[in-house]
């Protein structure tokens, strides 16, 4: 069979098109209602920090996560179901933030995402005038008025948001404490409710008072 018929061929039987199969800029996966991945590009296993013989990947969707999307249904078929920033992690505690869309194709799901690159280097900017001040003043200003502005955050708690909002990931984040990236994952979550943050650029614009556009 010629090239160009084994491609329209693969095409017509995939949600996917080929020409989307190695890109890594743009994540794409069809993923059954109970979360079962059935097909992927290699944005989207990157994303998920590699390819996986388990094809389950509810776990692997941070906020919203699976079972707040999974649910949902189009008025129209093929409609999106939810647009936004997609939180996706790994087992290693590496998280990454997409934008992108969640479509309703009946039984199964099509993630469509990428890298929002114009935010990232925004939050990144900030991250990184934080950092330098958290360096600074070492649980001094800086942290006394974290402190104050959020004591109904634990001792730990006040821990992992000050190394959170410097960018480390949570497998540093558990290094730097001793204690296991699940843990750290447990105190995120917990961080996260307590200030109302969707993901890290929204805490980020909590903790400093800088609008994010």
């Given at each position: ?19 989307l199969?190695?890109?890594?800029a ?21 994303a998920i ?12 969707f ?6 707040q ?30 934008r ?18 114009a935010g990232i ?13 958290l360096?600074?003043?070492r649980r001094?200003?800086v ?54 943050a ?6 980020l614009?909590t ?7």
């Amino acid at each position: 069979m010629p090239a160009a018929t084994q491609k329209a061929a693969a095409e017509s039987s995939s949600v996917i098109p080929w020409w989307l199969d190695g890109m890594s800029a743009v994540a794409c996966a069809v993923i059954r209602r109970d979360g079962m991945l059935l097909e992927a590009n290699r944005g989207f296993h990157t994303a998920i920090a590699g390819p996986h013989d388990d094809p389950q990947v509810r776990d692997a969707f941070l906020s919203p996560t699976f079972d707040q999307f999974a649910g949902r249904s189009s008025r129209m078929s093929g409609g999106a179901i939810f647009t936004g920033i997609l939180n996706l992690g790994s087992a290693d505690g590496t998280t990454v933030s997409l934008r992108g869309s969640v479509y309703d194709l009946g039984d199964c799901l099509l993630v469509v995402a990428e890298h929002d690159v114009a935010g990232i280097t925004r939050a990144i900017d900030r991250l990184t005038l934080l950092n330098d001040q958290l360096a600074q003043t070492r649980r001094g200003s800086v942290g006394r008025q974290l402190e104050r502005s959020h004591s109904k955050l634990t001792p730990r708690e006040m821990d992992v948001l000050e190394r959170l909002v410097t960018g480390r990931s949570n497998k540093e984040i558990a290094g730097d404490l001793g204690i296991s990236p699940r843990t750290v994952e447990v105190h995120r979550a917990r961080v996260m409710a307590k200030m109302k943050a969707k993901n890290v650029v929204e805490l980020l614009q909590t903790v400093s008072g800088w609008p994010l556009p």
